[in-house]
């Protein structure tokens, strides 16, 4: 991406992530979603590099980072073990305190890192997600349509891989196509790069096993934090597409505030790639909170 340089990282054994790094000021890192990459983060990267070091990976199992097998439990693509990647990533390149801005899958790792290592995430930003285990609770038939990858990506292996592995580009058009805005708000160089990405080996398998995870280790994690009280302490903005699923099949902010203690959001005019389809409203929103100036 323009103005950044790219790195790759070990952050556990037999696992590299790629990064993108660069920008000024004090550190923001940002994590982004499926079936994409670091990429999604390219039209706020120009403004946001002005005001913030940015540290722009590929989680573990996407875009060019690694590809771990998974683990019977599929702990190794916790969202537990995927933020310990991040963080790891954040305190090699000098970063002990930072804050997020995270999209989709990248947002449920980062809510994961903020429980795990508080101390570490000065302010989070997450975009169109609410818990995981709120959404899995509460799942209709409405939810389970529209999100039927959550569903298909849970299968046992290798079904789902293969059928993804059979053509990666058309998976990629049919799930981010079949959203609200269709394939209209996508740059065609950032939807080849994550059309390319899918298609390389392990991929599919990757991505499934981050889904295998939500549905059942993550939701384990969940469940003890709610069992033992522990919530969210950091400054948290939670933003959601008023035309998107989360929107219309929950409540983010109510989900939210059962978890956090200082937290505040609002739906924004776009549906669920708020990145790539409302990149200006997302930067008036989350500037303001990243830099503590309001919101």
């Given amino acids: 991406m323009a103005g950044l340089a790219p790195q790759q990282v070990l952050v556990d054994e037999g696992v590299q992530l790629h990064a993108w790094v660069g920008g000024q000021g004090p550190a923001l890192l940002l994590v982004h979603g499926h079936p994409q990459t670091a990429v999604i983060w390219h039209r706020l990267v120009p403004e946001l590099s002005r005001h913030f070091t ?12 690694s590809k771990p097998r998974g683990a019977a439990d599929h702990a190794n693509y916790s969202k537990r073990r995927m933020a310990r990647d991040l963080l790891v990533l954040m305190q090699h390149l000098g970063h002990g305190r930072f804050s997020v801005l995270a999209h989709d899958r990248g947002a449920r790792v980062a809510h994961r890192l903020a429980m795990d290592h508080g101390p570490a995430v000065e302010r989070l930003v997450l975009l169109d997600i609410a818990p995981t285990l709120a959404m899995y609770e509460q799942t209709n038939e409405d939810f389970a349509r529209a999100y039927w990858h959550w569903f298909f990506l849970i299968q046992p292996a290798p079904l789902p891989e293969r059928l993804i592995e059979a053509d990666a580009a058309a998976y990629v058009r049919d799930v981010m196509g079949g959203r609200s805005a269709g394939l209209a708000p996508f740059d065609a160089r950032a939807l080849g790069e994550y059309m390319r990405c899918l298609a390389l080996p392990g991929a599919a398998h990757g991505v499934c096993e981050d889904y295998r995870a939500a549905a059942g280790i993550d939701l384990v994690h969940e469940r003890e934090d709610r069992q033992t009280g522990l919530r969210l302490s950091v400054p948290l903005l939670v933003l959601w597409g008023e035309q998107g699923v989360v929107h219309r099949c929950f409540e983010p902010l109510k989900e939210w ?10 739906p924004l005019p776009c549906g669920h790639y708020i990145a790539e389809e409302a990149p200006q409203a997302l930067l008036d929103a989350a500037l303001p909170f990243l830099q503590g100036r309001g919101a």
């Fill in 257 to 266: 505030q059962k978890i956090a203690d200082d937290v505040r959001g609002w």
């Fill in 54 to 65: 940015l540290v722009v990976p590929d989680l573990r199992g996407y875009g060019d980072s």
